[in-house]
């Protein structure tokens, strides 16, 4: 089932932050999150997993609530170069190894000098 | 860090005829890699599951005979689009894990256009 992602779109300006909501109805083993600019492939950004949270980079950070199955992703003094649409992913199973990830509909954020 | 490398990078392709996309992983072992679709302004949907040495699952709604992926080493996975039509042009992108509990490494996408 596809996680559901919030909002669809922000508009910011440079050093500005952002928060972007992720939720599942059903139980989060892990969560994923990417961003991807237009015409490229997906860059992966971090992992939050079950009992813990792993910081992909400054000041971009995550939170992951188990018992509400959400996640959000914090972007703090927003730089021109985070432009571009934000997944969501989640694992279907506990094992996650050999599972591909669902992902949500995306956030577009753009950020305005 | 985790290198997955994709070719080509565009194609164009007539209707009816097949399109072969290569996968590899670069600098790690991949046992599974998968393969997402991507339609202009939607999000990647994961199309199959492709297991080295054995048989690719697919997910619900996806042709297995339409897609064929090839797994035969633990670094190249293949999906072959065979008679493509139009409505099979997308963005096809490919990833692969090198290590459980972390990110997915994602190859740079082909783009496919059936004209």
């Known amino acids: 089932q596809q996680p559901v992602q919030s909002p669809q779109a922000v508009i910011l300006r440079e050093g500005e932050d952002a928060v972007i909501n992720c939720s599942s109805s059903k139980a989060l083993y892990s969560v994923h999150w990417y961003r991807q600019k237009h015409g490229e492939a997906p860059i992966f950004l971090m992992i939050l997993l079950k009992g813990g949270e792993q910081k992909g980079h400054d000041k971009i950070s995550a939170s992951f609530n188990e018992k509400k199955q959400q996640s959000s992703l914090y972007l703090t003094a927003s730089q021109l170069s985070y432009s571009g649409t934000y997944f969501c992913?989640?694992?279907?199973?506990?094992?996650?190894?050999?599972?591909?990830?669902?992902f949500g509909k995306g956030t577009h954020l753009i950020i305005q000098p | 860090g985790a290198v997955v490398s994709q070719h080509p990078s565009r194609v164009i392709c007539k209707s009816g005829t097949s399109v072969k996309i290569e996968c590899r992983s670069l600098?790690?072992?991949?046992?599974?890699m998968f393969w997402y679709r991507q339609f202009p302004k939607q999000s990647l949907m994961l199309m199959a599951t492709s297991n080295e040495g054995s048989k690719a699952t697919y997910e619900q709604g996806v042709e297995k005979d339409k897609f064929l992926i090839n797994h035969a080493s633990l670094t190249l996975s293949t999906l072959t689009v065979t008679s493509a039509h139009p409505e099979d042009s997308s963005f096809y992108i490919c990833s692969a894990r090198a290590l459980t509990n972390y990110g997915y490494t994602f190859g740079s996408g082909t783009r496919l256009t059936v004209v």
């Open positions: 992913g989640t694992v279907r199973y506990s094992g996650g190894g050999a599972d591909g990830l669902t």
């Open positions: 600098d790690f072992q991949a046992t599974t």
